[in-house]
Every structure is written in C-alpha cells, then in structure tokens.
C-alpha cells in the first residue's frame, strides 16, 4: 500500500527523526567549539558560543528535514521513480543547504548587524550541509527499505505458513479418503460373514455397525481427533467385533483421564486395532486379547500402545501395510518428525504398536 502525501511527510518529519537531527547538530557544534579552547577563551564563552553554533547549525538541519519532506509528499502524490526521483532528492538536499546558509546569515544579521557575506563561507556552508543532507537522506531511504523488506519477509512468512497449513490439510484430506473405505470395507465384509451363517446375529451387529456409523462417521472427515474420541470408536468397534469372534476377542482399554484431551489424527487407533485383529488374533483358533494403554512418556508427550498376543511378525505384515504406511504419514503430516509409529515383538508372543506423541499433542489440546 502506497503512502499519501501527507503519510510520506510525516515519516520524515516526525519527533524521532527530528530528535536525530538535534543531537546531529549538538555534536557538530560541539565538536567545533572543542577547537576553539585552543584559542585562549575562557570556558564559559566557549560553551556560550556552542550553545549559539548549536541554534544556527539547527536552521540548516531543520532545513534539510523540511526540505526532505516536501519531497517526499511530493513523489507520494506524483509517482515519480528512479532518475526523477533522485534528481527531485538532491535537489532538494541542495535547496535546503542553500536555505539553511541563508537563514543563519540572517539570524547573525540580526545579532550582529549585517556582516559582509563571505562567498568562501557560502560555499564551504552548503557544500558541507549539502554532503551531510545527502548522506542522511540516504541513510533514512536505506532504513525505510530495510523494514519495508523486513515487513515483506514477515508477510511471505505468514503466506508460506498459511499454504502449508493448506497443504498439510489437503495431505490429510486425501489420506483420509485412502483410510476410510479401508476400514469400512473391512468391517461391512466382518458383518456380511457373520450375517450369511448367523443371520440373527448379523442383524444384530448390523444395527450396531449402523450405530457405530451414525457416531463415526461425522469426525472421519476431520483432519484431527481427540485420544477419546479415538478410544470411544475403538471400543465400539472391539465391541462389534465380539459380537462376532465371541469368547477368542477379549480386550482392555486403559488411559489416564488427564491425557483423553490429546490430539492426534482421525481413526489411528481404529486402524492400529484393525491391524491388530487381521494379523494377529484372526489367524488363530483361539483368538487373543488387545489392550490399549495410553501413557505420559515423562517429557510432556504421549505415548499410545496397541498389543496384542496373537500370532506376532510371523502373522504380521511387519508394518508395511497400507493402514500402517497412511497413519505414519498422517502422523507426520500433523506432528513432523516428533511423532512416530513404531511395531515391536510383544512378550511372550504378539505385537505391539507404540505410537509416541510431542508435546504439542498435549499443548494444543481442545478445552
């Protein structure tokens, strides 16, 4: 956004700049009036002629700043760029040292009569204010830039931070619509098994999978959950399960209250149980037992375990499953590098699967 003649004028003309200009002109005139205790004066002459060098050297600074703010307001309301604004800019350097020089030969008129007006004094006064201006005006237009690159660098910043959330969005989006017909595939072919050879019973689990549904289906569109959401599908999902493996499906749920506020990607933990059953306690006669914990690690992050005492990696896909693939690359999506999913052997037989969460699982937390 370009600024109006009126806002151009008044970044130079302003208390700071103004504040600048005034210590500027003090440590001229003092450092000149260093020279002159050389010359025999007593000390309270040569600080009173400091103090009337400081007033005079001030109306070729205030110059300078007025004359650098009327062109500024000037390229504001004309555009003007490159040659014409930097012919505009000298010469208004040069104006206002050639004003300045002026008007302090007219403030020593008024106190000292009208004293003949030296062209060597002329010259070497609007040389050395025309060199000081320039040099400041210069510093000032490199400032300006400066911030003006560093407020571009803080708005790419926020626009880069802004498509990565987009893309990290889009990422989830699309590995949900990888997950979701996985795992209801699965479970609709789990009831249609069970309701060719117990219609009873599948009529049963069917209502309770439609159940399930009218409960799940709303958050499989979310990017993110909650732990207890994600335990609520779980246990209606063990509980549909039962109603078809009977006594070989036993599981345990156990998580600390404190932690079920934690975030984590939409339908991990259905998918770590699915992958459980399919590979671990499917395979065997007897069926097997799940137990789902879900910790603090002691650094502030989460730790969330899914084992089973099936038939371990020998029954296994050994972690390399399109589920397991999706939620590792879910968890990186929201979480980077700091969240993993890790398959270990459980003891004395079957599979653990150890999801491990940041802190910022925690921190950012829905109230």
Known sequence: ?????????????????????????????????LTW?????????????????????????????????????????????????????????????????????????????SPHLRPAWVAYTVTIWSAFGGVAYALLLQSWAERAQRLALHRLARERDALQAQQTEAQLSALNAQIEPHFLFNTLANVKRLYETHPE???????????????????????????????????????????????????????DDALLRARLPTLVL?????????????????????????????????????????????GASGGAGVGLANTRARLAALFGDAATLELAAAQPHGVVARVRLPPAALAGAPA
């Not at 103004?18 to 009036?33: I, M, N, P, Q, W």
């Not at 650098?68 to 014409?84: C, P």
């Open 37 to 113: 205790l050389g010359d025999g004066e007593p000390l309270g002459d040569t600080l009173y002629a400091i103090n009337r060098f400081t007033r005079q050297v001030l109306l070729s600074g205030l110059s300078l700043l007025l004359m650098a703010g009327a062109a500024e307001a000037l390229l504001a309301a004309t555009r003007w760029q490159g040659s014409a604004a930097l012919g505009l800019r000298a010469a208004a350097v040069l104006s206002a040292a050639i004003v300045g020089t002026l008007l302090r030969y007219a403030v020593v008129s008024m106190e000292n009569g």
């Open 201 to 255: 019973r599948g009529r049963h689990m069917l209502q309770a999978l439609i159940a399930y549904l009218r409960a799940a289906l709303p958050g499989m569109r979310r990017q993110e959950s909650t732990l207890a959401d994600e335990l609520a599908l779980v246990r209606h999902y063990l509980a549909i399960l039962q109603m078809r493996m009977g006594e070989r499906l036993r599981f345990g749920i156990d998580a």
């Open 1 to 33: 956004m370009e600024d109006t003649p009126l806002q151009a004028f008044r970044r130079v003309c302003n208390l700071r700049v103004l504040a600048a200009v005034y210590y500027f002109c003090l440590l001229y005139a003092t450092s000149r009036g």
């Open 270 to 314: 259905p998918t770590l149980v699915e992958n459980a059953i399919k590979h671990g306690l499917s395979p065997l006669p007897e069926g097997g037992r799940i137990d789902i914990q879900a910790r603090s690690d002691g650094a502030g992050g989460l730790v969330v375990e899914v084992q089973d005492n099936g038939a371990g990696f020998g």
